[in-house]
């Protein structure tokens, strides 16, 4: 599991793999929702704007990915 900070209570699920340099862009991000299977805490996910919190679990592309806000 790999932790990926964030600045603030929230981020969406596109500028978190953004962040985590799964994909270079917004156009890219909806690509890969829409062919690889992602979860957010063991559910499926397909919004790229979907808002994660701290402690939020994100699997994808063999990557798991936990939200951490800091401060």
């Not at 340099?21 to 559910?43: Q, R």
């Amino acid at each position: 599991m790999r932790d990926v900070e964030i600045r603030g209570d929230m981020i969406r699920l596109g500028q978190l793999l953004k962040l985590a340099d799964i994909v270079g862009s917004g156009g890219e991000a909806k690509a890969l929702l829409a062919e690889l299977p992602v979860t957010v805490n063991g559910e499926p996910e397909s919004r790229r704007g979907r808002q994660l919190h701290h402690e939020d679990v994100v699997t994808v592309a063999g990557d798991v990915l936990r939200v951490v806000a800091r401060g």
